[in-house]
């Protein structure tokens, strides 16, 4: 019999921490994920649990990043009073109860000098005195890594304000369903969006089975293949390609013209060798396993790899990242894949390009990305109330273990830019991939 070690809180709520705050708000922004309502019930029921009293903010920083005196901010479309009436039953709900955006107050910050600009630093100081007019005294952020970049941004912006005047402690939540942030593990949402983009491949092979079809599925993950290898993988797709497999003769250089006239090199996509080693895993179905279809998956940061040519006329958003949606990675890649294959072949084979990832967002939240959450919002409450903690990122290890990470290890300090965690190379994640997906010897 295993011997229970009595801690004497078994059945016991844990105790009330002697906190001073009285007011807290809770921000969401950048794209939604599942579970996000899981961190902000929790982060706010522990909070009102403990006396004190929790606005959410509306759409991100779209009303704080244009605060001005003469024109204060209003309850209902600005913020509203988060009550345990409002989270009713919200912890497993689809959605975003406080809505989003992707208004960025620190977008004309990109060193530590910056900071002693009026001009550049005006959106976060719109955001502090918007908080200050409305009593807040600490700031609960939740989003991906430009959010944390932002949160990052306020945080120093106050640490360069005159002696005596009053701080806002800021605590961040990491959220994307990438899941390349680094400081965790996993991020809430991920194991949802895999599963239901897993579903849809599965679904969309029995569809290129009965049509002697090829699906060439872009899925969403900017940065890193995470989001792309694990619907590859519980999907059953035939071949995955993400950023991390640009190398070798997969990659190549060219030369751009910056903005201020200066040259430099950036890496870029061999398209040609691409295309051709997708062409090769459907001959090789064909060959040795007498399958005419089957499904591709591609991440959409591939997008960023594109040689410029492919890339002008393309938008670009308050972060600077282009707007991928446009490229339409998918339809460009299913065209000359089709043509590739016919080539070298002589014979037609359909290939449709398909976007994936919107529809997995907001998805009906698993039990894990819930649990996960829910320990993250709470993580918000124990960083603030019980640690006094400001400028640190909860984390979430092991048995849903918190743990606590500065600012400073996350971003760097002199670009002000977080670091990307991408699949590694050669790891157990990427080979399992491999193992399954339809053997090619390169």
Partial sequence: MTEIRDTGASLSRPPKAAHQFRRVAILFAGGPAPAANAVISTAAISFLRNDCEVIGMKHGYSSLAEYSADSPLVEGSDFVQVTPTFLKRSRSSQGILLGTARTNPGRLISSPAHFDDPTRVAPLKNVYDGLRSLGVEALISIGGDDTLKTANKFKLYQDRLP????KIPVVHLPKTIDNDYMGIDFTFGYFTAVDTLGTEIRNLLYDAE????????????????????????????SLVISVEDIYGKFRGEETVTQANGQTKTKPVMNTEEVVKRIVKTMRAREEREDKQFGVIVMAEGLAEYLPSRNLEGIPRDDHGHISIAHVQLGRMFAKLVADEYQRQTGRVRKVVGLQLGYEARCAQPHAFDIILGSQLGVGAYRALAERGLNGVMVSVSGQFDLDYVPFEELVDPNTLVTVVRYVEQGSDFQSLARFLETFVNE
């Fill in 163 to 166: 002696a005596g005047s009053v």
């Fill in 210 to 237: 009965a049509g002697r079809t090829y699906y060439l599925c872009e899925t969403m993950g900017r940065s890193a293949g995470w989001l792309s290898y694990g619907a590859a993988i519980a999907g059953e797709a």
